[in-house]
């Protein structure tokens, strides 16, 4: 596959209600796609950096920054046997990991239409049907989460998430669970906690919940091992992990029991196959999830590979249609 041109395009796209986690909420999305065009055949991706550089230090401004002056040099003219190989052209790059991924998914896309096969298939999965969790914000009130709840499981979502912080947990897991005791129930706190709050968390246990994610700091391991220890509750870890080697290190070091693999998070399919196969091979249980991507990128994500021993989740309150902005760069 010879690297002829890469194109970027941003488009913005309201979500049909605001979602809330412990940093913020969000009313809309700025979102950086990706074409690439090797061989004549033209691929998709999608940079997942935010707005600002809350749940991840990327932002959409320097995704495009790193694309365009660091990341188009080295691909162009390129001439790859296969998307997989991509990764070892990036490595100079340090960090930057939703603009790597955002061009590495775009050639795998490629190269799949280049095969005439499906993306799952190319990657390796097995499975045509996964079962589906949700993940959903913090709301208004208990109530509405509730009403929210309800609807998400009348939709036939098999498992429910929702976001925590101090002051929004506790007392609305405890309303989660006696309205749906056998409901597969787990929370995401986004770093909301710190280690000398950890009387506070064990209360968590009490819950039998699937999973707590990230309760502590987003580039932490060694506390959240110290942490896993005091709880019941499993440790699912999602922003300390951005590459195979901090999941083996998680793994080892027992920081925790679960491990979010968000393909864009750890740049692309390549590394998100390693961590896969990782935990596979250590008994982990993987959670593969996404997050406010484009329709097309989402799709992408549903990587069977990943699903052999995962769930996938999506983000509630999709996305609505409607673009602008669009640019290209060559």
């Known amino acids: 596959m010879k690297v002829q041109r890469l194109t970027l395009r941003e488009i913005r796209m309201p979500l049909v209600t605001p979602f809330e986690t412990s940093f913020g909420r969000v009313t809309d999305r700025r979102m950086l796609l990706v074409e690439v065009e ?86 390796g999965g097995t499975r045509r049907e996964i079962q589906c969790g949700v993940s959903i914000g913090i709301q208004d009130s208990v109530e509405q989460l509730l009403e929210k709840i309800e609807t998400e499981l009348a939709a036939g979502y098999r498992r429910i998430k929702i976001k925590v912080k101090p002051g929004w947990d506790i007392n609305v897991l ?77 793994a080892e070091t027992g920081a925790c029991r679960i491990i979010n693999v968000k393909v864009g998070r750890v740049g692309g399919f390549t590394e998100a196959i390693k961590i896969h196969d990782l935990c596979q091979e250590i008994g982990a249980l993987v959670v593969a999830q996404r997050r406010n991507e484009a329709p097309a990128d989402a799709a992408a994500q549903i990587d069977a590979k990943v699903a052999e021993i995962a769930e996938i989740e999506k983000q509630i309150d999709a996305n609505d249609g409607g673009g602008d902005s669009t640019q290209a760069a060559s």
């Not at 056998?182 to 929370?187: F, N, P």
């Open 38 to 123: 090797a061989d004549g055949v033209a691929g998709w991706g999608e940079s997942v950096a935010g707005e600002g550089p809350f749940y991840a230090p990327e932002t959409v401004e320097t995704a495009w920054h790193i694309l365009r002056d660091f990341i188009w040099p080295l691909l162009k003219g390129r001439d790859f046997e296969s998307a997989a190989e991509v990764w070892g052209t990036l490595e100079p790059i340090r960090g930057h990991n939703m603009a790597k991924g955002a061009v590495e998914s775009a050639l795998w896309d490629a190269e799949a239409t280049q095969k005439q096969q499906p993306l799952w298939k190319l990657l």
């Open 174 to 250: 405890e309303r989660i669970r006696s309205r749906w005791s056998d409901i597969t129930l787990s929370c995401d706190a986004n770093s909301a906690y710190t280690l000398d709050q950890v009387e506070h968390l064990r209360k968590f246990d009490q819950f039998n919940l699937l999973m707590i994610e990230q309760p502590l700091w987003d580039d932490d391991i060694y506390y959240h091992a110290r942490l896993q220890k005091e709880l019941r509750t499993s440790i699912c870890l999602d922003e300390s992990i951005v590459s195979a080697r901090s999941a083996a290190f998680a």
